[in-house]
């Protein structure tokens, strides 16, 4: 099993920069990917991006891509998701997630993974 506990969400305004993390633990070595998602009320879990764990490969989804940036601390077993020039679109529920396998490089897709943390709620205001 891999637990993940996400971080960092809460109010800001359009414009500003927020860094979320996701800690992992328990079985770490078994981790492939981890990626982050978001997701609104009303709507599917929105992909955003993904890091390989072994390899340190990022993919990025088109909405996010330039604007936010995935990272990782290995001495921490924890993944990073750094937001910048925030929109009121952003405003979500933000997810991160853990795959044990899947496509190269990095799964795409929520059935992908096979652990979620909590969600950690970020709302950007005008």
């Known amino acids: 099993q891999v637990q993940l506990v996400e971080s960092g969400g809460g109010l800001v305004q359009a414009g500003d920069s927020l860094r979320l993390s996701c800690a992992a633990s328990g079985r770490t070595f078994s981790i492939y990917a981890v990626g982050w998602f978001r997701q609104v009320p009303g709507k599917e879990r929105e992909f955003l991006g993904a890091f390989s764990w072994s390899g340190g490969i990022t993919r990025y989804a088109d909405s996010v891509k330039g604007r936010f940036t995935i990272s990782r601390d290995e001495t921490r077993n924890t993944v990073y998701l750094q937001m910048n020039s925030l929109k009121l679109e952003d405003t979500a529920v933000y997810y991160c997630?853990?795959?044990?396998?899947?496509?190269?490089?990095?799964?795409?897709?929520?059935?992908?993974?096979?652990?979620w943390g909590q969600g950690t709620q970020v709302t950007v205001s005008s």
């Open positions: 997630a853990a795959a044990r396998g899947g496509r190269w490089p990095v799964p795409l897709v929520a059935s992908e993974y096979d652990y």
